[in-house]
């Protein structure tokens, strides 16, 4: 039996369904939606990976939460690994390459401290993962990926789930995206040797930037510019896969 029958009747139900109108109180509310169209819960698998990997290491900032549950992360792992997908670690994606384990990507998504207004700039598209999170947070992300395939796989990927404020360009983005800069935010997802420096050219007064750095021993290094110039912070140690391209020649070359 409906819930509102017996109140219908002993008010009438034209009387009711008016009131109802009035209000704008819609007899079936639609399910609470964020972002871009995706609900704003994950299955219960996501669901204990934020639970356990992510909020129990002490990422808690709710914004960051709600946009690792928004984004469905089996969606960006080969369609092998799905089951896998909520691991604590990273996991191959091909050509080499890997998506990032979800804590890395949570940690410096909260390192980021994004408000919704700025103009990101990431390298190293990967998997795409990252920067969905990015775009759920971001006003525009601006994203390459050197490998191909995995940019082509990746723009189709991020279309497919509805984000109309991401970019992705293949190419090597040790020259970053001069049309764009400057960028409030530029995040590496690969680690060079040191931090190129058209990238700390194209940040924004105001603006972070967050690299893995090193070979062997990689640290997460945070860099801000401001008008005194530039702040460089280490943060912890970690393991990415090593920036190519002109990052690498230039190491090499004397
Ligand atoms: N952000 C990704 C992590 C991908 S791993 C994710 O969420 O899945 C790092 C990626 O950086 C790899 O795909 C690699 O091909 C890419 N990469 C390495 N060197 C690069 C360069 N010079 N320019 C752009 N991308 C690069």
Same mark, same amino acid.
């Given at each position: 039996m409906p819930r509102y029958a017996d109140r219908g009747r002993a008010l009438g139900s034209t009387l009711w369904l008016s009131a109802v109108v009035l209000s704008g109180c819609p007899l079936n509310p639609p399910p609470e939606v964020a972002g871009h169209s995706r609900p704003a819960h994950a299955d219960s698998e996501q669901e204990r990976m934020i639970e356990e990997q992510i909020v129990a290491r002490g990422v808690r900032t709710p914004r960051v939460l709600d946009a690792l549950r928004r #984004?469905? !992360? $089996? $969606?960006? #792992?080969p369609p092998a690994l799905a089951a896998e997908a909520h691991r604590d670690s990273p996991l191959p994606i091909g050509h080499g390459q890997t998506i990032s384990q979800p804590f890395i990507v949570a940690y410096m998504t909260d390192q =980021?401290? =994004?408000? +919704?207004?700025e103009k990101v700039l990431e390298i190293g598209t990967g998997s795409g993962y990252q920067a969905a999170i990015l775009g759920e947070l971001a006003r525009r992300v601006y994203t390459i990926e050197i490998v191909e395939p995995l940019a082509r796989q990746s723009r189709e990927l991020l279309e497919r789930q509805g984000f109309e404020n991401i970019e992705v360009r293949t190419g090597d +983005?040790? !020259?970053?995206w001069p049309e764009q800069a400057p960028f409030d935010v530029i995040v590496l997802t690969a680690a060079p040797p040191e931090i190129p420096q058209p990238l700390i050219d194209q940040l924004a007064i105001g603006g972070r930037l967050l690299a893995p750095v090193g070979r062997w021993h990689q640290e997460l290094v945070l860099i801000r510019r401001d008008e005194d110039g530039i702040h460089r912070e280490r943060l912890i140690g970690v393991r990415f896969v090593p920036m190519v391209g002109e990052a690498r020649n230039r190491e090499t070359s004397p």
């Amino acid at each position: 039996m409906p819930r509102y029958a017996d109140r219908g009747r002993a008010l009438g139900s034209t009387l009711w369904l008016s009131a109802v109108v009035l209000s704008g109180c819609p007899l079936n509310p639609p399910p609470e939606v964020a972002g871009h169209s995706r609900p704003a819960h994950a299955d219960s698998e996501q669901e204990r990976m934020i639970e356990e990997q992510i909020v129990a290491r002490g990422v808690r900032t709710p914004r960051v939460l709600d946009a690792l549950r928004r #984004v469905p !992360r $089996a $969606a960006f #792992v080969p369609p092998a690994l799905a089951a896998e997908a909520h691991r604590d670690s990273p996991l191959p994606i091909g050509h080499g390459q890997t998506i990032s384990q979800p804590f890395i990507v949570a940690y410096m998504t909260d390192q =980021l401290d =994004l408000s +919704g207004n700025e103009k990101v700039l990431e390298i190293g598209t990967g998997s795409g993962y990252q920067a969905a999170i990015l775009g759920e947070l971001a006003r525009r992300v601006y994203t390459i990926e050197i490998v191909e395939p995995l940019a082509r796989q990746s723009r189709e990927l991020l279309e497919r789930q509805g984000f109309e404020n991401i970019e992705v360009r293949t190419g090597d +983005g040790y !020259r970053g995206w001069p049309e764009q800069a400057p960028f409030d935010v530029i995040v590496l997802t690969a680690a060079p040797p040191e931090i190129p420096q058209p990238l700390i050219d194209q940040l924004a007064i105001g603006g972070r930037l967050l690299a893995p750095v090193g070979r062997w021993h990689q640290e997460l290094v945070l860099i801000r510019r401001d008008e005194d110039g530039i702040h460089r912070e280490r943060l912890i140690g970690v393991r990415f896969v090593p920036m190519v391209g002109e990052a690498r020649n230039r190491e090499t070359s004397p």
